[in-house]
T-cell receptor, first 113, second 110 residues
Framework: AQSVAQPEDQVNVAEGNPLTVKCTYS??????LFWYVQYPNRGLQFLLK??????LVKGSYGFEAEFNKSQTSFHLKKPSALVSDSALYFC???????????FGSGTRLSIRP | NAGVTQTPKFRILKIGQSMTLQCTQD?????MYWYRQDPGMGLKLIYY???????DKGEVPNGYNVSRSTTEDFPLRLELAAPSQTSVYFC?????????FGPGTRLTVT
């Protein structure tokens, strides 16, 4: 069975500092990994994905994520945080051969001015 | 481009009532999904469909039913609403990889 964990309920970062939001996963086959962002009272928006190839993937709004197969992790990163990055972030995983996509519990990112 | 649309945006139900949440996508995606998001929580998969006429259970299917008669539409039916079904419901569709989400339906059962 596939699963995904986001160990931090909340991450607090000062504006201009780098940020990391953690995600670990478990699948039986090849993982397809995703990050989504949710702003208040809105649906989820796609940020980036890892399917195959380069372990460092770049996405929207300056975000990037690093796939680490040995640690089964897919952490979301940004070199310099903005106050407007404050939102709820979800990691998701799909076993490449499966149809279901499973989401983590979410991490609330708060960027202070 | 409408993308994924959901109706209604808000609804209040009494215990025991039934309703259908509508979801339509105009991207010709085969895969469609229903999730619920409880306050302060993540998304839980209720049902999903890999194409017209084919549906399957997700993590939390009890109390819900779905149908998929066309590629565009994937309605979610709640029978005998219970307070535990108070949540925000999101519909999503996908092409090869990433999902596209609707704006959600906020449902309260009292």
């Amino acid at each position: 069975a596939q699963s995904v964990a986001q160990p931090e309920d909340q991450v607090n970062v000062a504006e201009g500092n780098p940020l990391t939001v953690k995600c670990t996963y478990s699948v039986s086959g090849n993982p397809y990994l995703f990050w989504y962002v949710q702003y208040p009272n809105r649906g989820l928006q796609f940020l980036l994905k890892y399917i195959t190839g380069d372990n460092l993937v770049k996405g929207s709004y300056g975000f990037e994520a690093e796939f680490n197969k040995s640690q089964t992790s897919f952490h979301l990163k940004k070199p310099s945080a903005l106050v407007s990055d404050s939102a709820l972030y979800f990691c998701a995983v799909r076993d490449g051969s499966a149809s279901k996509i499973i989401f983590g519990s979410g991490t609330r990112l708060s960027i202070r001015p | 481009n409408a993308g994924v649309t959901q109706t209604p945006k808000f609804r209040i139900l009494k215990i025991g009532q039934s309703m259908t949440l509508q979801c339509t996508q105009d991207m010709n995606h085969n895969y469609m999904y229903w999730y619920r998001q409880d306050p302060g929580m993540g998304l839980k998969l209720i049902y999903y469909s890999v194409g017209a006429g084919i549906t399957d259970k997700g993590e939390v299917p009890n109390g819900y039913n779905v149908s998929r008669s066309t590629t565009e539409d994937f309605p979610l039916r709640l029978e005998l609403a219970a307070p535990s079904q108070t949540s925000v419901y999101f519909c999503a569709s996908r092409s090869s990889y990433e999902q596209y989400f609707g704006p959600g339906t906020r449902l309260t059962v009292t």
